[in-house]
């Protein structure tokens, strides 16, 4: 028993520690590859936990369930105006199947707002209530996501305003053009095959991959909030990745939730025409567990090499985030020095080999400082940072001295007989500190290979 116990316990010890002190860059280009997606996997089932995602999508399905009338109000009229209501209508359906009773009454109310915001005051008042309970929802998505990124700072107003309108509008133009281009596809390829009898060989293997066309629209659909929402830059690859393990899981859910749907008419007894809402509801609640776990792919996936030694900077003291504060300093000083891009969160994390969420705590206790400040890349969408202060006099003392003063300084401390002795050697500690030799420019010091 006690072999038993032993083992588990080894296989425990390497999957949470063992497994991240491996250097990939050591072995050969099958076990690294082998390595790296056994480490996304492991890092996804851990951010899926630490990052609480079983809550948040409980508040997600919560805002869902209070903002669905509206969202399917704003496409529905956006849809209308363009002339494919119909067309909308039929891959809502499709696209929420088994949950037929529930969407038909949805679209009623749907209509029936649309039908009450039209003219007069009223009327505006409803427009506005309809596009803040979408930016409200969206919004939520967006914090979600943030925090499964490590992202502190969310999009400003006035960029959730034009983003999130530009979802609104394109969104269900989209679903609509997906739509109508898969029955094209489709139409196209059987057709072609009714007449060259030669490809009939090929038709079952056609018939079967054009089955999976609802998987490609969700995969698409996934990947496209994955790369969007989140308020940093996701690689493409990255997001296309969690999109895909979205779609397949949302695909699997969907099917499995249709095949062994059973206790409808146990619900219904209890229920009575309710008896779909507690269906939909749970249907509502795994669909946004997927959608965060494909999340947590995504951010693993564009990440995990940052992830070496990970478990050793959890407990990391103050004297080592110092240093690495310094040196994230020392290169946004240095960039400004040689005009050269100020660095991003990634290129930090990549280039110094320090966890990114590690990272961007870090910048953003530098930010909060007043040691470094965010720019925009406008180029690149990408947020970098800059030093914030006179570089001359971003010397070693005053940056640890700006971090450690940082936060509010009001505390209502109980005066003690030593509490005015140990104030005042503690000011002249920091004085003696920055008259140092040793206490440098930050620009004055050379820039150095990291060491590997």
Not at 30 to 45: D, E, S, V, Y
Request: proline letters at 4%.
């Amino acid at each position: 028993m006690s072999s038993i116990s032993n083992l588990l316990h080894t296989v425990q010890h390497f999957l949470t520690v063992d497994i991240w002190r491996l250097h990939s860059k050591q072995l050969t280009p099958l076990k690294a590859a082998l390595l790296t997606k056994l480490r996304i996997i492991l890092l996804a089932i851990r951010g899926f936990s630490e990052d609480k995602c079983q809550l948040r999508a409980s508040a997600l399905t919560f805002y869902s369930l209070l903002s669905i009338v509206p969202v399917f109000a704003m496409a529905f009229g956006i849809a209308k105006g363009f002339g494919f209501e119909r067309t909308l209508r039929s891959k809502i359906y499709e696209l929420f199947s088994g949950q037929q009773q529930v969407i038909e009454q949805v679209i009623s109310f749907s209509d029936s707002l649309l039908e009450n915001t039209r003219g007069g005051l009223i009327a505006g008042v409803g427009i506005l209530v309809l596009f803040w309970t979408v930016i409200k929802l969206l919004g939520n998505i967006e914090i979600s996501l943030n925090e499964i990124w490590g992202v502190k700072k969310h999009r400003s107003l006035g960029r959730k305003f034009a983003d999130y309108l530009s979802i609104m509008l394109i969104c269900p133009i989209l679903v609509v053009l997906s739509s109508s281009l898969t029955v094209l596809v489709s139409s196209s390829l059987l057709t072609l095959l009714s007449e060259y009898t030669s490809l009939s060989l090929i038709t079952p293997a056609l018939t079967f991959a054009l089955s999976f066309t609802p998987v490609a629209v969700l995969l698409v659909a996934f990947s496209f909030m994955y790369f969007f929402m989140p308020n940093t830059k996701v690689r493409p690859w990255a997001a296309l990745l969690g999109g895909t393990a979205a779609a397949i899981g949302y695909h699997l859910t969907q099917w499995a939730y249709i095949t062994f749907q059973v206790g409808i008419g146990h619900y219904g007894a209890v229920y009575g025409s309710f008896a779909a809402l507690p269906l939909f509801l749970l249907w509502l609640q795994l669909s946004w567990l997927i959608v965060l776990f494909g999340a947590e792919v995504s951010y693993a996936s564009q990440n995990v090499h940052t992830y070496e030694y990970e478990p050793d900077a959890r407990g990391m003291n103050r004297t080592t985030r110092n240093l690495i504060a310094l040196q994230f300093t020392h290169t946004a000083v240095h960039s400004f020095l040689h005009e050269t891009p100020f660095p991003s969160a990634q290129h930090l994390s990549e280039t110094q080999g320090v966890p990114i969420r590690l990272t961007s705590e870090i910048l953003h206790e530098l930010t909060q400082a007043g040691v470094l400040l965010e720019t925009t890349d406008s180029s690149e969408n990408t947020v970098r940072y800059a030093p914030a202060k006179n570089i001359d006099s971003l010397t070693i003392a005053r940056t640890i001295s700006l971090l450690e003063d940082s936060g509010g300084a009001t505390f209502p401390l109980t005066p003690l007989g030593v509490t005015t002795p140990l104030k005042n050697s503690l000011e002249n500690f920091r004085i003696s500190l920055e008259k140092s030799p040793d206490n440098l420019p930050l620009s004055a010091i050379l820039l150095e290979e990291p060491q590997r």
